[in-house]
């Protein structure tokens, strides 16, 4: 199923542009400040951590410059874009408008979620995926799957190369969930189906992730409150935060949850 959708008023276009602006800027402010070179990662590696499950391509961007190489003939074929001229703004100008701030707000959240929560050193050890709506060849939109590996880094942690590959997806589901996964590689632990909103799972302070840990282990509020050297009112009333910040609806279900997602 595709989405037969057209926007053509100068709002609608004004409003993506502001949008793209934003979404370079994400990349900018977090880019190598030279250009870096491939870390020495095989092919088999690589499309090991890859799933195709529908027509696709895939390109390399370089952030430095957000120049694109290695770009496959797919694209021509999904998006009609010409493989040889296709630029970085020409992907991103496929995007569904009202998907836009969608993808600007996953990518700063990544980019804070690896800083507060795993450390930006192990980008290259983890697969990015979320989805968003694509215009396709003939004008109609589909919903494609976005995976991207990153493959270098500056020495102060800046963006360097990253593998992107959109495949379109339209023949499993057309609805987005608007969730974020990273799929652990080389034995990282894998964070799936986050949320943007402030009630993600991602959005746990470091006390309260301390709090859950002790939880899963069993120990009682009191147990906790004497490991941590708080009172059992301020641990009770972080249970209540944390199960505020949710949709679960009971600690049993919390834990199960951020078990899944690899949080504790």
Known sequence: MVFNLAFSS?????????????????????RAAQNTDFQNIGFDELSNSIVGT???????????DMSLSHVSPGIEEIHGLDIDRVTFNDVLATIHPDDIDFVVKAE????????????????????????????????DYALLNHQAVM??????????????????????????????????????????NMRLEERSLGYFSKK????????????????????????????????????????CKNITQLIN????????
């Open 10 to 30: 100068h709002e609608k276009n004004y409003k993506m542009t502001i949008e793209l602006q934003k979404l370079h800027q994400v990349w900018l402010d977090h």
């Open 54 to 64: 529908g027509p696709f391509y895939y390109y390399i961007i370089d952030f430095y």
């Open 108 to 139: 700063a959240f990544l980019t804070r979620f690896f800083s507060e929560n795993i450390s930006r050193e192990k980008l290259t050890k983890y697969k990015i995926s979320y989805c968003y709506r694509g215009r396709l060849k003939n004008g």
């Open 151 to 192: 493959l270098s880094l500056s020495d102060d942690g800046g963006y360097g190369k990253s593998l992107n590959i959109h495949t379109q997806i339209d023949h499993l589901s057309h609805c987005n969930t608007y969730n974020i996964s990273l799929i652990g590689l080389y034995g990282e632990p894998s964070y799936l």
């Open 208 to 247: 309260e992730k301390q709090i859950l840990k002790l939880i899963a282990e069993g120990f009682s509020s009191i147990e906790i409150s004497q490991k941590l050297f708080i009172t059992v009112q301020t641990v009770k009333k972080h249970r209540q935060n944390i199960l505020g910040k949710t949709d």
């Open 257 to 264: 949850e951020c078990t899944r997602q690899g949080i504790i």
